[in-house]
């Protein structure tokens, strides 16, 4: 952040604290924070025009490397390869808004089982797009889309 606004890291840092508890009221205020508890997702949803169309995607963040072995087996994504946190995020297709944000796993937590273990109550005018990290998860949704693998080309 410090070399985004050319500053040091330790102002970024004091920046940071300093205005991240303006920011998340703030957001809020305007409608801009997405929901984190996946009970109440269905009722933010309600009058969202937006939220017709909505894509559910994983997302990993690096993390410093645990310490602790057994830590290190959890955090540890195979994927990426690299020790990281994951969390599902929901977005709106038309604005591109974050309409819901999951709690944070472990980087080996596998997309579809961090959905599963959130059991995120969707509204049910919902079309969900999804990547094959989620296949075979099937919310009660008025449909959910999951691009096909195209066939394999003859020679």
Not at 55 to 70: M, S
């Amino acid at each position: 952040m410090g070399e985004l606004f050319g500053i040091g890291q330790s102002q970024a840092n004091e920046w940071i604290h300093t205005l991240l508890p303006i920011l998340k009221p703030a957001l809020d205020d305007l409608g801009y924070e997405p929901e984190r508890d996946p009970q109440q997702f269905r009722k933010s949803e309600q009058g969202q025009k937006d939220a017709a169309d909505s894509i559910i995607d994983g997302t990993e963040r690096r993390r410093q490397r645990p310490k602790d072995a057994k830590k290190q087996a959890l955090y540890y994504s195979g994927k990426k390869k690299i020790h990281s946190e994951k969390n599902v995020v929901i977005a709106t297709v038309k604005k591109k808004r974050v309409s819901y944000l999951s709690q944070t796993y472990p980087g080996k937590t596998h997309d579809k089982k961090v959905a599963e273990t959130e059991n995120i109550a969707y509204p049910e005018h919902l079309t969900l797009l999804k990547d094959t990290g989620f296949q075979g998860y099937e919310p009660k949704v008025y449909k959910t889309v999951q691009p096909k693998k195209s066939p394999a080309r003859k020679s």
